[in-house]
Structure formats: structure tokens, C-alpha cells
């Protein structure tokens, strides 16, 4: 009898443990957890920002091959150079129609991709830069406001003394369309 | 600024001179509103120097001697005289080609970005120029982004929630049940004693187990159905990495960028507008402030230097190497393969806020996972959520065929198929 109930008692009490130990182990915020079946949750074929270890570096995303264009880019045969930049102002045209639409979404691209450095109202004065942490751009109403078209796409397209380039990560269509807003700031 | 102020005060001592002989004797009202006068113009000269240098200059020009598109201007009105600096203001081109052996030397040290001409009076020149030689303290900084930390609010210290192992409640009821357990052997105990002296002596035979049967079994009961517990969340659980939080490479801060800089989730994760994957940006797009951000008030310094180190980019001549590291993120959230989720269908269609899924990821200093992203959650959502019709011509026909269906109804996703199996998992 004594040894039938301390036989189950170590039972139960080895099953309590092992449940407890199987509880505590999902708690921990830097381990993501289990997967069941991970074939069915890691996909086969690689995904953007992924590894492969046949490319250099192993990286999945990669520079496009030489002599190609992406999809809903152009190829922009101004250089990055003075002499593009002026060619660029005096030749290029805005290929987008003006309409409210258009301005309207320039105006969220332009929020979303400006206004923190030259401010919602293009006067230089944007978040980062009231911060103190960024030196301010001109103005658009001011310094900027006979600036072409074509010189703004261009600066857009390959960056201008200390603005980055940001024609990988607004397409040209995005581009015009942010600029027909900047013709706004401009009062033009 | 010194000559005109020169200018200026032989001007006012005209000024006492004349008043001195026409009256006899000095008036005291005109020369000390003069007085003020130019002292009010002289602080104007200068606040109009400094306007005027962020509007044309502070893009290229640091006050400091930090070099950035072009050389720092510490020290500049020493350096140089000030018709050298007028000739190269004006027009540097034209300078550089007239042969000044200092104006070339800079042209090539600054790879040949040539400073664009300024169409500025003398005047405006000196202005700037008086403003450079003697900016305020505060604007000096500020100017340099090395005022981050006084301006910037202190940013938290990352603190991950470590409880480790088993999660507080566990811990609790382990304490509380081995304090019965306690308890428990010490009223046996006395109650052993009471028995002894009572019988004199005789106690039922047996170990401690065997003597307390009632009450191990009890707390092992319990502590069965405690693990019972435990195992069944922890079966519920897998597969979802709901508050996932891993390590990162770099210490970057969602709440610095966001929430103090008000820079805009698009303006990184571009791919969310338009693609299936919201995407880690480039380092590229890092470098669009941090070619000049470079320093941080706490962590930054050593953070920033990762995204150069990445890039193979020599901070000293500006210049990008040809031996770049990717930098290896850990991905946070992972939904399974077998579903389908695309970012543009939500975001730009679906007009969701990122903070719908994401949390209030403007508030984390690290990333984490904020929702399970089970198929229940996405159902959910899916059950309630609206569908923004207003301003869609494109859809007219079917968004008033579907309100003719549901008279009066709320039209959620799932009315218009947003829980058919085949929208997610194909």
C-alpha cells in the first residue's frame, strides 16, 4: 500500500515538473517560439531580405544587372554632374497632368518624403530640422522659388549638396507628381 | 559688420559734434536714440547674417570645422581676407578660373563639387560673414546636430521585459503553494507531538510522504493541473511569436525616428505602398541624414558607425569603398508561407494604419511583435473592419450593389469575400 502510493505520487509529481517545464518556455520576448511543422511556415523560395548562399555576401536583394531597368522606372540619361543639372532645368518637362487628384497625392508623398527636412510648407523649417539635428534646406517660397521643374526632378533623382538621392525610392511618376505640389509652395 | 559699425558710430560722433556746436551745449535725447538705433541695426546685421546663412549656406556649411558638402567655416574670416571671401561667394567658378592658388587647392580637396554662384549684395556677404566669425553659442551647436542631446528629449534605455524562464504568477503560486506545504509539516508535526504524549509514545510507522498522504495528494493535484495549464497555453502557442522581440544588429529606435522626429514609416519601409513586403530600407536611405547625423546622445555614435562600416564609407574623405557588409536583421515578424498577406492591399488600398498591426511601434525603442498574427486575429479584424468605399470610382457598380445587398448593414471585408479560404491561402 506504501509503496503503491508513494510509486504514484512520484508519478504524478515527475508529470507536474515536466509539464511545468514544458510551460516555461515560451516566456522569453528575444526567442520567438516553436513552430509546428517549420516546412510549412519558411518558404521555399527565397523572400526579399533573405539569405542565399550562392550570391555574394549572401544576400538575396541585389544591385540591378548592368544596362537594365526596373519595372515603372525610366532611364535618366542626365549625369550627375553641373552641367546635367542645367541641361536637366532648361529641357525637362512635367509629363503629368496637373489636376486635384495629382496634387493631392503629391502632397502625402510630399509629406511623407520631405516635409520632415523642408517642412509642410517647403520653408526649410521641417521636424529634424527644428530639432536642431539637421541643417535647414532653402526655401521654397524664398531661395527656391524660380527653381525649374526639371532641376527639382534632377535634385529629387541624384540628391543636391547635403539631400540623399531618392530616385530608388520614389518612382518617376511619384517624383513629377510630388513636384506639381513643390509648384504649389513655389506660389506658382 | 565692423566697418559698417565704424561707419555708423563716426556718424553719431558727427552727430554730438553738430548738436555740441549749434546749441552749446549736448542734447541729450537725439544722440542716445542714435545710440540705440545702431545698436538695434547692429543686432538686426547680425540676425539678418544668421537668416540668411541658413538659408543659402547651412546646407553645405557647418559653423564648426566639421566638413561636410563643403568645408567647415570655423575660423574662415581669419583664414581668408575679405575680399577673397567676396570674390568666392560671388562666384567661385569664376575665381577658381582667374588663378587664386587657395581657391583651387579647395575646389580639389572637396572633389570638385563646385560652390554654385550667389547673386549677394556686399552687404548680405558681410552679414553672413559677421555671423560665422561670432554665432551664438546655442545656434553654433545646434547648427552642428551636436545639440541633439540638449534638444532631443533623453531617449529610454531599451528595457526588454526579462522575466525569463517561468512568468510571474507561476512563481507566485510555486511560493505560495511550498509555504503551505510548510505550514502543512509543521501542524503534522505538532500534531505528532500532541499524538506521542497522548499514547505514549506510539506513532503510526512511515516516512514523511506516507504520514502526510492527504495533503501531498492535494499539492501534487494541484500542481498537475497547474502544468496541465501550462502545457495547454504553451500548445496554443506554438507557431505564434506574439511579443517577439530579438536582438538587432543595430540599436535602432523606432521611437527616436518616429516619434521625436516625426520622419514618416513610408519615408524607410517604401516597399508598404506598393508591394507585398513593407522592406528594411537600404542603408542608403539611412544616409540620406546620416551622412550628416553622425553622432548620437547616447548610443548613437557607435550605432551610426555600423551603417558606415556596412557601407564601407570613409567619413573622412566622404568617399564609399568597394567591400560593403550586408547588415543582418533579424526579422521580427514571420507569417507562415502557406498565407498570403500583401502590404499595398492593406496600406494603400485598404487605407489600415500600420499601428493597426504593428502597435504603437512609434513607442518602442526595440522592435517587437505586437499582434499573434493568427488566422483567428486576421478573421477578426477582418469580420469588423469597414470597407472604405468613399472617393473609389473605379469600384461605383459593385460598392452600390453590394449596399443594395446589405440594406443598411455595416459592409465589412467579409461581406464582400474577405473570409473565403482561397483570398489567403493558395
Not at chain 1, 541643417?135 to 521643374?149: G, H
Not at chain 2, 559698417?4 to 553738430?18: Q, S
Request: aromatic letters at 8%; proline letters at 5%.
Amino acid at each position: 500500500m506504501q509503496t503503491h502510493f508513494q510509486l504514484t505520487i512520484t508519478k504524478t509529481a515527475s508529470l507536474a515538473l515536466l509539464l511545468a517545464a514544458f510551460s516555461s518556455c515560451n516566456n522569453d520576448p528575444r526567442h520567438p517560439g516553436y513552430e509546428f511543422m517549420p516546412d510549412m511556415y519558411r518558404s521555399p523560395s527565397y523572400e526579399v531580405n533573405s539569405y542565399n548562399e550562392n550570391f555574394k555576401n549572401g544576400q538575396v536583394n541585389m544591385q540591378p544587372v548592368k544596362g537594365t531597368v526596373a519595372q515603372n522606372h525610366e532611364v535618366y540619361l542626365y549625369p550627375n554632374t553641373i552641367e546635367g543639372y542645367e541641361a536637366a532645368g532648361t529641357e525637362l518637362k512635367n509629363p503629368i497632368e496637373k489636376s486635384e487628384i495629382v496634387l493631392e497625392e503629391g502632397k502625402v508623398l510630399y509629406n511623407d518624403f520631405c516635409s520632415h527636412c523642408h517642412g509642410e510648407k517647403g520653408e526649410g523649417n521641417g521636424t529634424i530640422v527644428d530639432l536642431g539635428k539637421f541643417p535647414p534646406p532653402p526655401s521654397f517660397s524664398n531661395q527656391l522659388k524660380e527653381l525649374p521643374d526639371g532641376k527639382m526632378y534632377h535634385s529629387i533623382t541624384y540628391g543636391k549638396n547635403l539631400m540623399g538621392p531618392h530616385g530608388l525610392i520614389l518612382s518617376p511618376e511619384e517624383r513629377w507628381k510630388i513636384i506639381h505640389h513643390l509648384n504649389k509652395l513655389q506660389g506658382k | 559688420m565692423i566697418l559698417d559699425k565704424n561707419k555708423k558710430d563716426n556718424n553719431y560722433m558727427k552727430e554730438l559734434v553738430k548738436c555740441f556746436l549749434s546749441h552749446g551745449k549736448i542734447n541729450v535725447v537725439k544722440p542716445v536714440l542714435f545710440a540705440a538705433l545702431c545698436l538695434i541695426s547692429a543686432v538686426t546685421f547680425s540676425q539678418e547674417g544668421e537668416k540668411l546663412f541658413k538659408q543659402n549656406c547651412a546646407s553645405c556649411h557647418a559653423l564648426t570645422d566639421k566638413k561636410m558638402v563643403g568645408p567647415g567655416l570655423k575660423g574662415i574670416t581669419e583664414k581668408r581676407s575679405e575680399e577673397w571671401l567676396l570674390k568666392w561667394t560671388k562666384n567661385s567658378a569664376e575665381f577658381i578660373s582667374s588663378g587664386d592658388a587657395d581657391a583651387k587647392a579647395i575646389f580639389e580637396e572637396f572633389n570638385k563639387i563646385p560652390m554654385p554662384p550667389f547673386a549677394l549684395s556686399d552687404d548680405e556677404i558681410k552679414a553672413i560673414f559677421s555671423y560665422v566669425k561670432s554665432p551664438d553659442q546655442k545656434t553654433a551647436q545646434a547648427a552642428t546636430g551636436n545639440a541633439a542631446a540638449t534638444v532631443t528629449t533623453a531617449v529610454n534605455e531599451p528595457t526588454p521585459e526579462t522575466t525569463g524562464g517561468m512568468n510571474l504568477t507561476s512563481i507566485i503560486i510555486l511560493i505560495v503553494v511550498g509555504l503551505m506545504l510548510i505550514l502543512a509539516l509543521i501542524v503534522r508535526a505538532n500534531a505528532n507531538k500532541i499524538i506521542q504524549n497522548q499514547t505514549g509514545g506510539v506513532v503510526a510507522s512511515g516516512g514523511i510522504l506516507a504520514n502526510n498522504k492527504k495533503i501531498f495528494a492535494v499539492l501534487f493535484i494541484v500542481l498537475a493541473l497547474f502544468g496541465l495549464k501550462g502545457l495547454w497555453d504553451t500548445l496554443f502557442n506554438i507557431g505564434v511569436a506574439q511579443g517577439y522581440q530579438p536582438v538587432q544588429p543595430i540599436k535602432f529606435s523606432h521611437k527616436v525616428h518616429v516619434a521625436q522626429n516625426k520622419i514618416s514609416c513610408n519615408y524607410c519601409h517604401t516597399g508598404a505602398r506598393n508591394g507585398k513586403v513593407a522592406g528594411i530600407p537600404p542603408a542608403s536611405t539611412c544616409m540620406n541624414c546620416h551622412k550628416y547625423v553622425s553622432e548620437g546622445p547616447l548610443t548613437g555614435t557607435v550605432e551610426i558607425a555600423k551603417i558606415y562600416k556596412a557601407l564601407d564609407y570613409n567619413t573622412e574623405t566622404q568617399t564609399y569603398g568597394n567591400n560593403p557588409q550586408p547588415i543582418e536583421w533579424v526579422r521580427v515578424h514571420n507569417l507562415p508561407d502557406h498565407a498570403y498577406f500583401n502590404h499595398a492591399q492593406h496600406v494603400s488600398v485598404g487605407k489600415v494604419e500600420c499601428q493597426t498591426c504593428h502597435g504603437p511601434i512609434q513607442e518602442m525603442d526595440e522592435a517587437k511583435q505586437f499582434s499573434p498574427l493568427t488566422m483567428g486575429w486576421c478573421v477578426e479584424c477582418h469580420r469588423t473592419t469597414e470597407v472604405k468605399m468613399e472617393g473609389n470610382s473605379y469600384y461605383t457598380k459593385l460598392h452600390d450593389k453590394l449596399r443594395n445587398k446589405y440594406k443598411g448593414q455595416p459592409i465589412t471585408v467579409d461581406k464582400m469575400g474577405g473570409l473565403d479560404c482561397s483570398k489567403c491561402h493558395y
